[in-house]
């Protein structure tokens, strides 16, 4: 297995460092007004915070300079840049390093993660697998839903999200199939990634749901009246079974590591499903 080094720099201005194309004016900032000119207005040649512009002049800027260094724009994702240099692979991802839980859980939550970090240690085995969870109806003011998955390359985390739907679920099924096709649609942009850095897995991704309805819906080439709302996400689901891109497998609720991001846990949960997240205290 390749051992890759992993670094992270955080850059608190970096938005002032991208340079302006389109013509930006500004009135002249208090205290710095020019006694010779007061009614003159100025001209941006960089970008300030609180631009629409900043974002994609800072992408700009940035991406100029690492293709003049030799890295090549991701096929699976525009905002990855790749560089190879003979057998060594060089990848610039953005991420965060702690997992926060978020939104409504925070008012019911025994535990945290605000003192943690993710850890990134090199294994003997190259997998991809992920969990995927829904708690239906949860919100107890809209009645929404809230989904979630973690997906792991080996023993380490590389995504997960915790998000809670638009609108409301008629069905736990249809809300756990709705969280299902999300994850799936994660494991295969990370598989074409990897494909793309010329990494092989020893395996086809498993996908791990604690529900069985969802399981047998995704397993099952059948349509029933019930499920033409969620028929999309069925067709999608079920064709890269079909082309053994990924395959779906139960798991017990007790060791569903998704739970973490979709439900309030008493404390002991709580701190078992963390550790399985191979996160640390930070020192």
Known sequence: MQHWTIRQLDINNVFLNGVLIEYVYMHQPEGFIDSRFPYHICKLNKALYGLKQAPRAWYDQLKG????????TSKSDTSLFI????????????YMDDILITGSNTQHVEGSTAN?????LSSGFLLLNAY?????GSDPDDRKSIGGYCVFLGNNLVSWSSKKQLIVSRSTAEFEYRALALATSEMLWITYLLKELKVSLLKFPILYCD?????????NLKYHSRTKHIELDLHFVRDHIAKHELSIDHVPTFDQL?????????????????NKLNVSPRP
Do not use: M
């Open 258 to 274: 998704a739970d973490i991001l979709t439900k309030p846990l008493a404390y002991d949960q709580f701190a078992y499903l963390r």
């Open 65 to 72: 300079s690492l293709v003049q260094w030799g890295f090549q």
């Open 211 to 219: 529900n069985k309805s969802a399981e047998v819906l995704a397993n």
């Open 83 to 94: 560089k190879h240099a003979g057998a060594d692979i060089l990848v610039i991802l953005i």
């Open 132 to 136: 995927s969870d829904a708690d239906w």
């Open 116 to 120: 943690y970090r993710l850890q990134f």
